[in-house]
């Protein structure tokens, strides 16, 4: 019975966190420059950045740096930790992906969950709706063009397209 009390408690927290962080936090009545400082309050590591209304953040292990403007409907999925560097721009509606599944059985194809960190350096561009996958870092001042599926760490300085992600220049 104290096991199910304590993770009913544990339950109602998120929610409560939920509810405050991904609908009052992420709602279109906050000011956007004001959204940082709210995001520290519910615990989030953020510095004073640019945050558009509805973004999504699935847990509180995001961390974002100075001078780094997010916009809007971005989902930071956060099995792992997000790492975003000072002075990055990210396009509308990314996705960072860090949790996944191993290959399962036949019966059940979707195995155990995994989840590994994602890395986003210091003056970085993700374009819009760019896919970043688990384990990936991408490197200092390196561009992820528009519709990108980042399935592999980009170099500091490169540029990046298509499905998958492959590099077209280094800059």
Known sequence: MIGLVTSLRRELRR???DLVLNTVVASAAVVPRARWRLLRVVGLD?????????????ARNVSIGAGTFINYDCFFDGSAPITIGRKVRIGMQCLFVTGSHEIGTPDQRAGRETAEPIVIEDGAWIGARVTVLPGVTVGRGAVVAAGAVVTRSVAPMQTVAGVPARPIRAS
């Open 15 to 17: 929610a409560a966190r």
């Open 46 to 58: 953020v510095h004073r950045s640019y945050v558009q209304a509805r973004c999504f953040f699935g």
